[in-house]
């Protein structure tokens, strides 16, 4: 299984990154693909207090909060 976490400000953001990773993603790989996409901060620093095994991530660095100025 791979997994792509996507932290991004609009959920149209992940919506769009998530379809475009789509068909690369079954031509690059038969393992089944699990998309963990959050729109807010804390959510995702929750599921990442998990320790969760990632494989490929994306992260907006222009959201306002604790990990950037």
Request: charged share 30%; no cysteine; aromatic share 14%.
């Amino acid at each position: 299984m791979i997994t792509f976490l996507s932290f991004a400000s609009k959920k149209n953001e992940n919506v769009l990154l998530k379809d475009q990773l789509r068909i690369p993603a079954a031509r690059w790989t038969e393992e089944a693909w699990v998309y963990e996409l959050f729109e807010e901060l804390e959510q995702v620093e929750e599921y990442l207090s998990q320790d969760p095994l990632l494989d490929i991530v994306s992260w907006d660095v222009t959201v306002r909060g604790r990990w950037n100025a």
